[in-house]
């Protein structure tokens, strides 16, 4: 495995994220593996236990390597799941995966264009790098269907720094607060984030 410096403080702007996942993308399953990263098995078993739906059209914003377009791809197998990243070589890894229907270079916080509109857009493990929330949730407004859902991750410390819960309220005419989960281990086999770090998942939905 190769050494990777720490992740709290994030990577840096996006051309420096965008090279990062790309040099990282061949050993990121083993490492993120190593690291019992919870994320994507949590996420999805939160998700199925407080929606009762089948989406049929599934967006996966920063999918990577499609380590939860793998989660949802076991639970709604009948799904068409969409995804997109800035790192051209995930989406290559992924790809090979055969989760997705269509996958696409972009950044989650640009605009993304489809004819159709998502059941469920998920972000897992992203929301680090959210450098514009108007953007990411116009982003999201655009591309849910009436009654959709939203599923993200957040880490607890950037939660509380950002007050977080401030910004979910600004949104909420268009998406309202269905569920947050009490805090969860993200990488406790990491030695920068063990269990000092932790995420909370948020469900939301479009009214």
């Not at 949802?72 to 790809?95: A, C, E, N």
């Not at 009654?147 to 309220?169: A, E, M, N, P």
Request: glycine share 4%; charged share 30%; net charge positive.
């Amino acid at each position: 495995m190769s050494n990777f410096k720490s992740l709290v403080s994030g990577v840096g702007n996006l051309s420096k994220t965008t090279k990062y996942y790309d040099d990282w993308s061949e050993n990121y399953d083993a490492t993120l593996k190593l690291w019992n990263y919870q994320a994507p098995k949590k996420s999805i078993k939160f998700l199925i236990e407080k929606i009762n739906i089948k989406p049929k059209n599934i967006l996966d914003l920063a999918c990577g390597t499609g380590l939860f377009g793998a989660e949802l791809k076991k639970v709604y197998p009948k799904s068409h799941i969409y995804g997109s990243d800035i790192s051209k070589k995930s989406l290559k890894i992924s790809s090979g995966k055969k989760i997705y229907k269509k996958l696409q270079i972009k950044n989650f916080e640009q605009l993304h264009h489809y004819k159709i509109k998502f059941d469920l857009i998920s972000l897992i493990g992203s929301m680090t790098y959210c450098k514009n929330f108007d953007k990411f949730f116009a982003n999201i407004n655009k591309n849910i269907k009436e009654k959709g859902f939203v599923i993200f991750t957040h880490r607890i410390d950037l939660w509380d720094k950002q007050d977080f819960l401030s910004i979910l309220k600004k949104h909420q005419k268009s998406l309202k607060i269905n569920k947050i989960s009490r805090p969860v281990n993200y990488l406790p086999l990491n030695k920068d984030f063990k269990n000092k770090i932790k995420i909370k998942i948020v469900l939301l939905q479009k009214y």
